[in-house]
């Protein structure tokens, strides 16, 4: 079965540093996608990033970054230069399969605050 | 593009009544899902579409709750009749590929 685990349940970050939020996963599948999304206060669900398992290089979408290591099985979002308005709820999700959209399985959120 | 339409935004209702959510996908958007979340279990699809067909539908809670997607621009979560145990925020995704774009949830509350 497809696991998804994020061990931060909060983080707190100054201003303009770079945050990295950690998410692993456990699926037995070669084929799987692995996305992030943003759930600001207002609560909806915002899609940041998205990573293919056999996508060759990092994704990335202007100040994020999906550092993916697949033989860890690692896909943790990086965020260069935070902002306040970073401060949100943050999911990492993956499915299963690449034969088109397919059903999400969500982590359990990092909440970061970014102090100003 | 307006992005998902999910109306209400927020539902109170009382215990036994019948609860209807609706949702409008991205257009060119083929499937849709919907999601419920919640502080205890988190985000959990309930059942997703493609095409207008429902493809799975294994995390819907039980036969309190169905879903119709009529076409290709509308779907419906409807509960009935209602528990407070159903009380979450109810979200409508929508994809092409692999991205899915949420719409802004239903709250709904059930007393």
């Not at chain 2, 502080?39 to 709750?65: C, H, K, Q, T």
Request: proline share 5%.
């Amino acid at each position: 079965a497809q696991k998804i685990t994020q061990t931060q349940p909060g983080m707190f970050v100054q201003e303009k540093e770079a945050v990295t939020l950690d998410c692993t996963y456990d699926t037995s599948d070669p084929s799987y996608g692995l996305f992030w999304y943003k759930q600001p206060s207002s609560g909806e669900m915002i899609f940041l990033i998205y990573q293919g398992s056999y996508d060759q290089q990092n994704a990335t979408e202007g100040r994020y970054s999906l550092n993916f290591q697949k033989a860890r099985k690692s896909a943790n979002l990086v965020i260069s230069a935070s902002q306040l308005g970073d401060s949100a709820m943050y999911f990492c999700a993956m499915f299963r399969g690449l034969g088109g959209a397919q059903k999400l399985v969500f982590g359990q959120g990092t909440r970061l605050t970014i102090n100003p | 593009d307006a992005g998902v339409i999910q109306s209400p935004r927020h539902e109170v209702t009382e215990m036994g009544q019948e609860v209807t959510l609706r949702c409008k996908p991205i257009s060119g958007h083929d499937y849709l899902f919907w999601y419920r979340q919640t502080m205890m279990r988190g985000l959990e699809l309930l059942i997703y579409f493609n095409n207008n067909v429902p493809i799975d539908d294994s995390g819907m809670p039980e036969d309190r709750f169905s879903a119709k997607m009529p076409n290709a621009s509308f779907s419906t979560l409807k509960i009935q009749p209602s528990e407070p145990r159903d009380s979450a925020v109810y979200f409508c995704a929508s994809s092409s590929i692999y991205e899915q774009y949420f719409g802004p949830g239903t709250r709904l509350t059930v007393t």
